[in-house]
């Protein structure tokens, strides 16, 4: 027995090498995987709970038309971008985020992106697992919550412990009943109100009634927070695709198609109903079959969603940690599953500290890759990594100032990446000693 743990334990590296999911180095064409089941993937990547609740967030807040969909669509713009800027990153080289930090923080200094990047999607598999549990029971302290978030989390882990194929096979029939359920609550709140100019008056009776609505730079830096994570570990699953296109193409049915959707529906839903814009909540009013599809159409989709996220920690933590992707698997799992019994019912809360602290962590990425390798960067050279890149980490805590000292004009998520990237490239040209070159 105890031979068989360790063995489980030890990482063998040649067989993670040639595992469908190689967390250790860039993939090779052979790993790279067919377009089709990919994109899928996207989509009910993209379908995460997040995007109702968010865009509950925003119809409690502000009026439906024009504010809450503009800045739905400039926050999903924004993360977009730097999806489709990571995840071009990502294709070009094979790897994973786990790989990139290490390209650019160094040998050392990775651990520190990585672990906290890591620990934060173990966060968001806690917040799904929550879902998971509310959408069965509604409620966050009954035992029945408990039982069903403990069940979830097993099951994400079961799932997530086979890899990016197992994630494949769940994501078809969760797109196909939740983009059905989402159109039909779509038609119920409209005709809930007596049509879309009934709809229009009472989302604007309410928000001028708020004390303190949202402006459309409040909401669409809400929007970044609630995906920024997903964005800047997009790496993760482009790095599989065997075209730039669909590189590109999976932060855009991620982002611009999937959460678009989702936050426009949860939006809705809390300007007819209140509440956090989750539509089972209110779909358990309607008769028979249709409660049954809401919390169906909201499991599945959960399901998808809860082992696309616990995948990335899985695969960052053992590509810097060394551990083998099963174990991994397990550790995340579980930590996933204890955090979700608590952090649901924060969850405007914590997206609001994911705006502020995940984009000053991707942005000496970002710079390094475009600007001062100019997309010629070689993975396999290990002897080149710098030890510690401290121009990298030293911009992070720069960009985390940047944020919080936004121009009123410019969206606090963006002005931290901006001052991260800036931060970063003074500090490598003009101050050699802190790139780290080449050190043991």
Known sequence: MANRLREWWTLQPEEER????????????????????????????????TGLLTGGELGKGMSFWPDAVQASFFGNLANFVIGAIVGYMGYKTAC???????????????????????LLTIIWQGIVVGAFGFAWTQSFDSPAFYAVAILAGLLFTVTTYYGVKALEWVSIPSVVILVGVGLYTIELNVGQAGGWDAFLAISSD?????????????????????????????????????????????????????QWFLQIVGALGSVMYGGDGDFTSYLREQAGLIAWLGVIGMSVALWTTGDANLYLPVIQTSSIMRRPRRVMTVICGLLGTVVGLVIYQFFGEWIAALAALVPPLIGPVIAHYYLVARGKMDPDNEVALPFINWAALI????????????????????????GSMVAYLVLYYLVPPLRGLAKA
């Open 18 to 49: 040639q595992s469908a999911d190689n967390p250790l180095t860039p993939l090779s064409d052979a790993q790279r995987r067919n377009t089709l089941p990919l994109l899928t993937l996207a989509f009910g990547w993209g379908f995460l709970v």
């Open 96 to 118: 994973n985020s786990g790989l990139l930090y290490r390209l650019v923080y160094g040998r050392l200094g990775a651990y520190v992106p990585v672990l906290f990047v890591a």
């Open 206 to 258: 309410k928000a001028a009634a708020l004390d303190e609505p949202r402006s459309v730079l409040s909401g669409a830096n809400l929007v970044i927070g609630s995906w920024i994570v997903g964005a800047v570990v997009m790496a993760e699953y482009t790095r599989f695709a065997k075209r730039a296109w669909v590189a590109l193409a999976i932060p855009f049915i991620v982002l611009i198609v999937a």
């Open 395 to 418: 911009a992070y805590p720069l960009g985390l100032v940047s944020y919080f000292n936004a121009p009123d004009w410019l969206v606090p998520a963006l002005s931290g990446l901006a």
